[in-house]
């Protein structure tokens, strides 16, 4: 059964594990008592909800404790690598809240120490140029209970080695046919110690440094090196690099001394239910088009959350919630729904709108009539005010709050019984008009003009309240009812294609959605609404002035809140 679990490890003043050790070595006089933390993004592809909860740590306890956090693209493969991901890396970080004032870097920046620091490994001794295949290199790794065998290159004279890397980054040699191995231990217990490759051959033209370099660092040899030169006191990255910290402090001691040397902690990373976090995957759901881009707001990418309607301060209060540990855990995507939910409760603007349109008559309201009803722009912060909302002889209700044979417990419009309008009149349905198809067509009802809100009938208490748009004025929108994306609990640990584990239904489009002209005189793209009695929705990008486009943010059901009442009983 999958381990879900949402919760922190916190010491008794509030401290996670990684904030109580940098709290120790502040208090200690490590490097100086500096603390200088880093994001290192690859430019490979967009940010997800996973990466936030990263820099989120990075650039919070560097706030948390006044030291600085930098930002630094890893950009060491130029064959993955995009301007456009560059770009969108910056903007969802500040979306987020966060800087890096003057601190943008690029692993590219250090190209030329990091080619110095390899030749000068080479002639120590340390690293050595291999012309194997890479299947022959995997070949003689060995495993975790085996040694591996030693390249026959291995003990190639330092001359030769010198050589053959100053050829390799000339363009000499094709892709693939050498590389350049740190000379450590191929008996070493941890796999990552047995020689790994320092440098491999790349002929695509990088987009900062053009055609200068032919040979780019690996990323355990370029990472902690870089960590170095740029002053970072504190590494902190997620668990799958704990068995690489050994060889992090190994390449980084080739610089560091006892007045300063990086130093890496690990944490647990996110990971949701019913969503994927790896970038191939994301990638190549958006390269075959079975979503709509990078931001398609079904994506866990920070850009699809920001065009379905989350908000910065939901996603850190989730990140919050869910906490640093050192176990891997999987995370409800409830817990995130619930902090949507409970932010936009609080800043939302109420509106109506509805979906599935049938028209409701009137039968003893005048023709020629319209009153203004006033409705509460958002009953939890009062100050918002109100706005007025056209009530006339005909109006729209949803399709869904009518029956003609209800069961018990049924409290909408049914014949005979009374309901209330949202913020006007209560009414008695009198009949239903039908198509040859037995479809209805129009419900006929009569309003109880005592009644109206503000006045002393309203006291009168009927258990069923509907929303309501004026046909007259109404407005049409569309609709995007996003779901989540994938129809099982925990896709990664499915076998087969994950592919075919994608929900049908996560997107359904509705064309014909009324709203109130008030509504659609203001809204503007990425404004959040609640639509009474539907959930909270977004405008989208997609909207002009001929059409209004609304993304569904969140459902106003709240299952995560409901199980923890249940919890506390």
């Known amino acids: ?180 191995r740190a000379k450590i231990d191929m008996s070493n217990s941890n796999m990552h110690f047995r020689d790994p490759i320092m440098y491999r051959i790349i002929k695509t033209p990088h987009w900062r440094t053009g055609d200068k370099w032919k040979v780019y660092p690996m990323y355990d040899f370029a990472h902690g090196q870089s960590d170095y030169f740029e002053g970072v006191t504190h590494s902190i990255c997620t668990l799958e690099f704990v068995p690489h910290r050994p060889l992090y402090e190994y390449f980084v001691k080739e610089l560091a001394d006892d007045t300063y040397c990086p130093r890496q902690i690990e944490f647990n990373r996110l990971n949701l239910t019913y969503t994927v976090m790896s970038k191939r995957k994301l990638l190549q759901l958006v390269k075959e088009k079975l979503v709509n881009g990078w931001d398609d707001p079904r994506m866990p990418t920070l850009c699809g959350l920001r065009r379905r309607g989350y908000t910065p301060s939901a996603i850190k209060e989730f990140i919050n919630k869910i906490g640093y540990t050192k176990y891997e855990a999987l995370n409800h995507i409830e817990l995130l729904e619930h902090s949507v939910r409970e932010d936009l409760n609080k800043t939302a603007t109420r509106v109506s709108a509805v979906q599935n ?18 409705m509460d722009n958002n009953p939890e912060d009062l100050s918002e005010g109100t706005h007025q909302m056209p009530f006339t002889r005909e109006l729209w209700i949803e399709r869904e709050d009518f029956m003609e044979n209800p069961p018990k417990k049924f409290f909408r419009m049914t014949p005979g019984k009374e309901v209330r309008l949202k913020g006007a009149y209560i009414v008695l349905c009198i009949g239903v008009t039908k198509d040859k198809d037995g479809n209805i067509t129009e419900i006929q009802a009569t309003y109880d003009p005592e009644t109206r809100s503000g006045l002393p009938g309203a006291d009168r208490k009927v258990k069923g309240t509907l929303h309501w748009v004026s046909v007259p004025t109404a407005v049409k929108a569309e609709v995007r009812d996003y779901d989540r994306l994938f129809a099982v609990e925990n896709p990664s640990a499915e076998e087969g294609d994950f592919r075919d584990l994608l929900n049908p239904h996560s997107l359904i489009i509705r064309q014909n959605v009324m709203i109130e002209p008030w509504l659609a005189k203001r809204a503007k793209t990425g404004e959040r609404y609640q639509f009474t009695r539907l959930g909270y929705y977004t405008v989208d990008p997609d909207s002009d002035s001929s059409r209004l486009i609304f993304n569904k943010t969140i459902g106003l059901k709240d299952t995560w809140a409901k199980e923890m009442k249940k919890s506390a009983k």
């Not at 999958?2 to 502040?26: C, H, P, R, S, W």
């Not at 603390?35 to 740590?57: S, V």
């Open 357 to 374: 349109p049938v028209k409701l008559i009137l039968t003893n309201y005048p023709e020629d009539k319209t009153e203004m009803m006033e």
């Open 1 to 180: 059964m999958t381990e879900i679990k949402d919760e922190t490890v916190v010491n008794e003043n509030g401290l996670n594990f990684i904030e109580q050790e940098i709290k120790a070595d502040l208090e200690n006089g490590k490097n100086g008592g500096r603390l200088n933390t880093r994001f290192p993004p690859e430019p490979n592809g967009y940010l997800h909800i996973g990466h936030a909860k990263a820099f989120i740590m990075d650039f919070g306890i560097a706030e948390k404790f006044g030291g600085t956090c930098n930002l630094r693209f890893d950009d060491t493969n130029p064959q993955k690598e995009d301007t456009e991901y560059v770009e969108a890396i910056k903007r969802d970080i500040k979306w987020l809240g966060f800087d890096w004032d003057n601190r943008l870097y690029y692993a590219s920046d250090y190209f030329p120490q990091l080619f110095e620091l390899a030749k000068r490994m080479i002639r120590e001794g340390k690293a050595y140029v291999d012309e194997q295949t890479s299947e022959e290199i995997a070949s003689q790794k060995g495993t975790p209970t085996e040694p591996g065998i030693n390249s026959p290159f291995r003990d190639r004279p330092i001359e030769e080695n010198l050589d053959l890397f100053e050829r390799m980054n000339a363009g000499e040699f094709e892709e693939g046919t050498m590389v350049l």
